[in-house]
């Protein structure tokens, strides 16, 4: 009966207990383990567009992403070779010879290109190699292209030349050429580096700049007489020139007389120098910076003038040249090595050229690889070239140009001294008999580094433990045989996959798998796919197109499963009055999870009509007196620790927050519940068998 109205009197002299039942139950899970996957595909550029599209239309992410791949249509693209372009014509059939001289570099976002047209020397440029500058500019009065040469120091580009007649000098100057085309100028006017001598006549001039920018200028002089091989220097670097006589400049580099000398000085470090005179033979010496070496003569017969190249490797010294034997031509490569200043074969880079594939030589600093240009063999009007790389050339040459017109001549290559700016350009002339001629340029770029793509992908919809991903890209290669690799960015860092050779002429789809984040070193989770950027890699250098039309991503994963065991029903509990403090009962969740992101829940969900919902109702039997409740709600509150976190929550929750908040899997692992319940003096009375009961659910979900 209610205590309302003499609960002064009750309270002193009568205890009372109230009769309860608390069932218990767990909803069935609504997920069982079982393996899925699902497809995420690109849906936006990501950090990296270094390809380009080839054929189709679209940005780079649509020509990968279509469903079925559709090959040819829309695809993208990486290659090293560019060009050929005509620069301009010339008169002058012989404006880029020699092999030995350098007339072309790259700076401040140009290529610059010198040449003789017939008249003068002449340059354009260009920012793209495709459109060049205006009208040529002129520079100075020369005969033909063999009579100057140039040298870019990485700041300044340096000139020398002169008019191959007595009583001539030989002219220097140095400029910067900037980045809209122009050049200024260290000084106001070309400056005499050798002086005119009567009856003396210089010729086949080659400039280089030491590691400081001291120029030094190879030539050949004729006093009438004798033709002797000549080397003079620079004392300042500032632009003019004053001899530096000190240390006996000019030099004569041989006492032995030829009409087929011609001298090239070489920079090494530490302002130190290797001349490589030429006749027949080829010989040189080195500068060690305030003495000269010993003579040293490489093997083999020289084919003809001129007809070599050389680079710097630190103080070692690369060179081609094309050696005759048994009347047959070859390009061999040889070393001179500084310390012990001898010359050695080192390989036969070419058989059986023609006996005017006169070699031109470039070197890549950055990996120390070597690339060799010539051209007439094994096919004429073809410009081929291989490249040396960790002490070995390639087997066979890459037949880069073919021309519609015969070439000038196969000597007149002349191509960078080095790479610059990621490039390296070739100039040639094309067109033979009457004037004029073409004057033509390619480059080639990204020669040790990869082109390479990645793309965003999509939020994924899937749930559940990440197996693994797959990373599926399909590739194709034109006329070479090419090499790619997936690439994935996760955490801010890129990640290659394996390096894989792709045949010419075949569509492959090749896959690599990713079982862990190589970031973490752990099993992938949602939020890393969701920021997770893949694509493809192409491996330079790229003698032809490399080509991808279909990149996408494959997250293999097993279901969300959740498993749990509600704490056993609770019946008799009696509970008396005691104040504001609830009474308690305790139970055992068992909680089993497959993932780290689960949460358990307590609810009052029963569907009796005009049932106060959290709170115990009077029950008979099998039916509620709806009008009899306790006043106040039950509370449910699940202990936490390392595995989850706990938290109370009063019923009936409808809200459903999480009684149990996980953060790793768990394998039936046993939590305390507390069922916390206040009873008020003014909470009815009910006898045996009726009681008050209150029915929670549990409901375990995973993600």
Request: proline share 4%; glycine share 8%; with cysteine.
């Amino acid at each position: 009966m209610p205590i309302k109205g003499r609960m002064k009197n009750f309270v002193r002299l009568i205890s009372i207990s109230l009769a309860l039942l608390l069932v218990l139950t767990a909803l069935p899970s609504e997920v069982v383990a079982a393996p899925d996957t699902e497809i995420l595909r690109p849906n936006a550029a990501g950090d990296e567009t270094n390809l380009y599209g080839y054929s189709g239309s679209g940005e780079n992410w649509e020509r990968v992403a279509e469903e079925t791949p559709d090959d040819d249509a829309s695809c993208v693209a990486g290659k090293t070779q560019y060009g050929p372009w005509l620069i301009q014509t010339s008169s002058d059939s012989y404006g880029t010879q020699y092999s030995f001289q350098r007339k072309s570099f790259y700076a401040n976002g140009r290529f610059w290109v010198f040449y003789g047209d017939g008249t003068y020397m002449v340059y354009r440029s260009s920012t793209d190699g495709t459109t060049w500058s205006g009208d040529k500019v002129r520079l100075s009065a020369v005969s033909d292209g063999r009579t100057f040469s140039v040298f870019f120091d990485g700041t300044y580009f340096h000139y020398a030349y002169c008019q191959e007649a007595d009583n001539k000098p030989i002219y220097y100057r140095r400029g910067t050429p900037n980045s809209d085309g122009t050049i200024t100028w260290s000084t106001t006017s070309e400056k005499e580096a050798v002086a005119a001598v009567s009856g003396t006549t210089y010729s086949r001039v080659c400039i280089a700049v030491d590691s400081a920018g001291y120029p030094w200028i190879g030539y050949r002089q004729y006093d009438g007489t004798n033709y002797y091989p000549y080397v003079t220097a620079d004392r300042y670097n500032d632009g003019t020139w004053t001899t530096w006589t000190a240390e006996s400049f000019p030099y004569q580099l041989s006492t032995s007389s030829s009409s087929d000398w011609c001298v090239a000085p070489i920079p090494l470090t530490s302002r130190k120098f290797l001349v490589i005179y030429s006749y027949s033979y080829i010989k040189a010496k080195r500068w060690n910076g305030s003495s000269w070496g010993s003579e040293a003569q490489a093997s083999g017969n020289l084919a003809s003038v001129g007809y070599f190249s050389a680079v710097n490797q630190g103080d070692d010294v690369h060179m081609v040249h094309v050696r005759v034997a048994a009347l047959k031509y070859y390009i061999d490569h040889n070393k001179y090595t500084y310390s012990s200043q001898s010359w050695s074969l080192v390989a036969t880079v070419q058989s059986e050229v023609s006996s005017t594939s006169a070699p031109v030589l470039s070197i890549d600093p950055a990996t120390n690889n070597l690339y060799c240009f010539w051209a007439g063999s094994p096919t004429s009007k073809h410009i081929y070239y291989k490249k040396y790389q960790s002490g070995t050339w390639d087997t066979d040459p890459r037949d880069w140009i073919s021309e519609s017109d015969s070439l000038t001549g196969n000597d007149r290559l002349t191509c960078f001294y080095k790479v610059y700016g990621n490039y390296i350009g070739l100039v040639y002339m094309s067109k033979t008999g009457v004037a004029p001629y073409n004057v033509k340029f390619a480059y080639l770029t990204n020669l040790n580094t990869t082109w390479r793509d990645l793309y965003n992908l999509p939020a994924h919809t899937g749930s559940g433990v990440i197996n693994k991903i797959t990373v599926y890209h399909r590739d194709y290669s034109d006329t070479y045989a090419g090499k790619v690799k997936p690439i994935i960015k996760t955490n801010g860092v890129v990640y290659e996959g394996t390096q894989v050779d792709v045949p010419a002429g075949t569509w492959t789809t090749y896959s690599q798998e990713w079982t862990k984040n190589p970031n973490t070193v752990s099993a992938w989770a949602w939020d890393e796919i969701d920021a997770l950027q893949v694509g493809i890699s192409f491996q330079g250098p790229y003698y032809d197109n490399q080509r991808c039309t279909q990149v996408y991503v494959e997250v293999d994963y097993t279901l969300a499963f959740i498993d749990i065991t509600a704490p056993s029903d609770i019946s008799g509990w009696n509970l008396t009055p005691v104040g504001s403090q609830p009474l308690e009962q305790t139970g055992t969740l068992t909680v089993t999870c497959n993932v780290s992101t689960w949460t358990v829940t307590a609810q009052d969900l029963q569907t009796v009509e005009g049932l106060q919902l959290g709170h115990m109702t009077k029950y008979s039997d099998t039916t509620y007196d709806t009008s009899v409740y306790l006043e106040n709600a039950m509370v449910v509150e699940a202990v936490g620790d390392t595995t989850a976190t706990g938290a109370p929550r009063t019923l009936p929750n409808t809200a459903g927050d999480p009684i149990l908040t996980g953060n790793q899997a768990v394998d039936n692992y046993d939590y305390t519940v507390h069922f916390k319940q206040t009873v008020e003096w003014t909470d009815d009375v009910v006898t045996a068998p009726d009681c008050y009961r209150i029915v929670v659910t549990f409901t375990g979900s995973a993600e």
